[in-house]
């Protein structure tokens, strides 16, 4: 069984997103801090920014 780490806690920007990736978190929980004091647009902007982070894990994963 491989051990993943997961980040579950104290994610607020796309930034610390990044900084997590680089010490080698494997994902990431989005918690309510995000939802928090933002317009749906400043959401689907970090969103769109998550999902081009994790595109680009992925294919670092599979060499694509």
Do not use: H, M, R, W
Not at 14 to 35: F, H, P, R, V
Not at 48 to 61: D, H, R, Y
């Amino acid at each position: 069984v491989p051990n993943y780490l997961i980040s579950e806690s104290g994610v607020k920007t796309i930034e610390d997103a990044k900084k997590l990736k680089e010490y080698g978190a494997d994902g990431i929980l989005i918690g309510t801090s995000i939802l928090q004091n933002n317009t749906e647009k400043e959401i689907e902007k970090f969103i769109e920014k998550i999902l081009n982070l994790l595109l680009q894990f992925v294919a670092s994963c599979v060499n694509i």
